[in-house]
T-cell receptor, first 117, second 111 residues
Framework: DVKVTQSSRYLVKRTGEKVFLECVQD?????MFWYRQDPGLGLRLIYF???????EKGDIPEGYSVSREKKERFSLILESASTNQTSMYLC????????????????FGQGTRLTVV | GEDVEQSLFLSVREGDSSVINCTYT??????LYWYKQEPGAGLQLLTY?????DMKQDQRLTVLLNKKDKHLSLRIADTQTGDSAIYFC???????????FGAGTTVTVRA
């Protein structure tokens, strides 16, 4: 079974703290993604990575950074946590599309519910 | 982003059919997906359809795609209590790596 594992299900952090959210996948996927999920807004892409050490900004990168030192691990970093970053964070991974652009399913982790107080 | 739109709530009686609708704006979308999220869990792929197809059926699930109107629907036949969840529509454009998601439709199944 494909597994995408997020290190924590629940986190409570204080405003101004540096926060690390870790994600590991075991399917040798090239692509990894961080989304945040908020009621009524659905999933919004924060950052994604299509290879080791490569990263691209998503739709809402402000206040976040990422690290991909190894293929299986993608970390999301909140440099200085703020209350508006209280949310559910979802990590996903997928294979790179082949030359024909054929479907590559994205697999999701269980999510980390982060509360910033 | 808001390129993919869905209604937020749907209530359906157990045993009836559910129809969840989605509209998208990008005509270059190659794949369209339906994901299901049960309470406290991540997203699970339910089904997907390639943009050159009109319909796809998989057991109780039927996906209809109207490319002209950029409208996608998911029909769940004989809806069960275990179908209560949030359903997300998503699109993949061209050779993009990423998916664009709608806001999600919360389906509540009542007895």
């Amino acid at each position: 079974d494909v597994k995408v594992t997020q290190s924590s299900r629940y986190l409570v952090k204080r405003t101004g703290e540096k926060v690390f959210l870790e994600c590991v996948q075991d399917m040798d996927h090239e692509n990894m993604f961080w989304y945040r999920q908020d009621p009524g807004l659905g999933l919004r892409l924060i950052y994604f990575s299509y290879d080791v050490k490569m990263k691209e900004k998503g739709d809402i990168p402000e206040g976040y950074s990422v690290s991909r030192e190894k293929k299986e691990r993608f970390s999301l970093i909140l440099e200085s946590a703020s209350t508006n970053q209280t949310s559910m964070y979802l990590c996903a991974s997928s294979h790179r599309p082949d030359d024909r652009g054929l479907n590559t399913e994205a697999f999701f982790g269980q999510g980390t519910r982060l509360t910033v107080v | 982003g808001e390129d993919v739109e869905q209604s937020l709530f749907l209530s359906v009686r157990e045993g009836d059919s559910s129809v969840i609708n989605c509209t998208y704006t990008d005509s270059s979308s190659t794949y369209l997906y339906w994901y299901k999220q049960e309470p406290g869990a991540g997203l699970q792929l339910l089904t997907y359809i390639f943009s050159n197809m009109d319909m796809k059926q998989d057991q109780r699930l039927t996906v209809l795609l109207n490319k002209k109107d950029k409208h996608l629907s998911l029909r769940i036949a004989d809806t069960q209590t275990g179908d209560s969840a949030i359903y997300f529509c998503a699109e993949k454009r061209g050779n993009d790596y990423k998916l664009s998601f709608g806001a999600g439709t919360t389906v509540t199944v009542r007895a």
